[in-house]
């Protein structure tokens, strides 16, 4: 009786298992058509295909011929042909190892979603610890097998070793994967969390972070991350195409490869990496004034700016954290009604005035679903009826930009009341004057939430 398979099924074994079916389905569906055109195929087949049985000496042959097969047609991806390297530079006690690392490091890609993206691991792994500069990904085997790969990774002397890093490597992007995809903060890498609504889907950001030495602990991986996020949020506003820092990155990246201790990270970050967010941090400055909406979309960003603006108010307030879910949930609010009627014709004598005060980031606020339901109506601008009604139920808000825009209704002598004072400015009438005015306001409090941190 054959013995029953009681390995993991892996990704390559779930592959074959799907290809087996599709031929069988194949087969099966000819044969209820037609089985003269069945036994013709089996014919041809019989007749045109020929299988050849190679019987190496020992494995390192076995795999050299594996090696050599694959360069004809369509070869192996630098993944596997990276695999079968290791394998080749291996003793032969070393074998089960790497195999059982190897399938390790490919069940951490299928665990975040990546199986499908080896190559996008493997070249921001080469990127972050061994290559200087960019690598594309068809380039990346060529380059491990040149003497200048060689004599960097070393992977001849000591293949296991070797496979071991990128293990490691793995483990972490699978984790910095995960961090990115969680709706709230998530609780190892929460910067990682806000990078992810400041720039979806980018991965630019792990060339830093894999560069960082294996010794260091997630206090510092969340150090470099917190920065990082930082220098995101400016390359976010001031709409830098990923392919603009990518190579910067990478530049970086071979400084951070030096970097031992706590102490030389924070002067690597205090230097090298304040030197690109400050200047960053000039353009949205001198630019800012001009966004509107539609320069800071998807919406989900805004939402992530405008909470994290009003976290920074919580915490320097001393009021409860509220998660990065609870503003995802909230409505865009347009605090000059974007469906504007009787619109003043001497606040807003052009055609475009008024849509363009509309959506400037200053006229932007979060507002929970009940609340600005109840606003649906409040869209009469001639007199102030309107402002009055709107504020009045800002009041019920837990948004505190929302609750205290025209009024601080804390108390006097608190913390808040102290805060509204000196970073927010409050509003008893609106027009395109008071959202140039906010839009400054909402620039200093961002400016002040993201900024370099050493602690």
Known sequence: MEKPYTDKETNSILKMRDAFKTVSDFLDDMEKTDKTVLINFIRYFLVNVEMVVIQPDDI??????????????????????????????????EFIKIKDIWKEIVANLQNCGEEDKPLRFLRYFFVARYHNGIIREEEIYEWVISSSGKSKIKYEKNPEKFAKEILKASEKYKAFIMAMRTQDADLIYPSLTGISYLTKNARQPFILLLA????????????????????????????????????????LAIKIREINTIDELKTFI??????????????????????????????????????????????????????????????????????????PKDKYPEEYDYPNAVYKVGNLTLLEQPINGSLNFSNDISTDEWFATKT????????????????????????????????????????????????????????????????
């Open 270 to 343: 205090q230097k090298e990496l304040a030197d690109v967010i400050n200047k960053q941090q000039a353009t949205f400055d001198s630019s800012f004034q001009y966004r509107s909406q539609s320069d800071i979309q998807p919406q989900y960003r805004i939402k992530y700016i405008l909470g994290r603006v009003d976290e920074y108010v919580r915490f320097h307030t001393n009021f409860p954290k509220n998660n990065l879910s609870f503003y995802q949930e909230q409505q865009l609010e347009h605090i000059l009604p974007q469906t504007g009627e009787n619109i």
């Open 392 to 455: 009045t139920a800002y009041k019920n808000s837990n948004i505190l930009l929302t609750m205290a825009f025209t009024e601080n209704p804390i108390g006097k002598n608190t913390a808040f009341n102290k805060f509204v004072e000196n970073e927010l400015k409050q509003f008893d009438s609106w027009d395109k004057e008071k959202i140039s005015e906010r839009q400054q306001m909402l620039k200093k409090l961002m400016l002040n939430t993201w900024k370099v941190e050493t602690n």
């Open 60 to 93: 390192g042959s076995a795999l050299k011929i594996f090696e050599t097969i694959n360069e004809r047609g369509v070869g192996l991806n630098a993944m596997d042909l990276l695999k079968n390297l290791l394998f080749l530079n291996a003793k032969e006690q």
């Open 212 to 251: 960082l030495n294996d010794k260091f602990n997630n206090e510092a991986i969340n150090l470099l991350a917190k920065n990082i996020e930082t220098l995101m949020f400016y390359y976010a506003m001031n709409k830098i195409l990923t392919k603009y820092y990518e190579a910067l990155f990478a530049d």
